[in-house]
Nanobody, 123 residues
Framework: QVQLVESGGGLVQAGGSLRLSCAAS????????MGWFRQTPGKEREFVAA????????YYANSGKGRFTISRDNAKNTLYLQMSSLKPEDTAVYYC????????????????WGQGTQVTVSS
């Protein structure tokens, strides 16, 4: 099956930017709708953004709308999340995920997960 590995997280000041990557191996992700989720301690994992298999359609949670951009490069088997104008409330572990068919807007639709990458935004 497919393995997913996130990278690009780190510590940034409010207003800064980060670009997260999710590298897939084992299987091609070209047929998978994919998404990004985030989670803080004691909180339920929440949806951030999703993208269709072709990359044509995208969907964003209100929390990141206008600040985050999801994209993919199927030739490189990689998913990306560009984050700008970061806020302290964006602090979380960010996970990439792959779905069987539909755009993954809840954790229930996700069949494969990465290990997560920590994003910390200081005020």
């Amino acid at each position: 099956q497919v393995q997913l590995v996130e990278s690009g997280g780190g510590l940034v000041q409010a207003g800064g930017s980060l670009r997260l990557s999710c590298a897939a191996s084992g299987r091609t992700i070209s047929s998978y709708p994919m998404g990004w989720f985030r989670q803080t301690p004691g909180k339920e994992r929440e949806f951030v953004a999703a993208i269709s298999a072709s990359g044509v359609r995208t969907y964003y949670a209100n929390s990141g709308k206008g600040r985050f951009t999801i994209s993919r490069d199927n030739a490189k088997n990689t998913l990306y999340l560009q984050m700008s104008s970061l806020k302290p409330e964006d602090t979380a572990v960010y996970y990439c995920a792959a779905s069987r068919n539909l755009l993954p807007t809840t954790s229930r639709e996700c069949d494969h997960w990465g290990q997560g990458t920590q994003v910390t935004v200081s005020s």
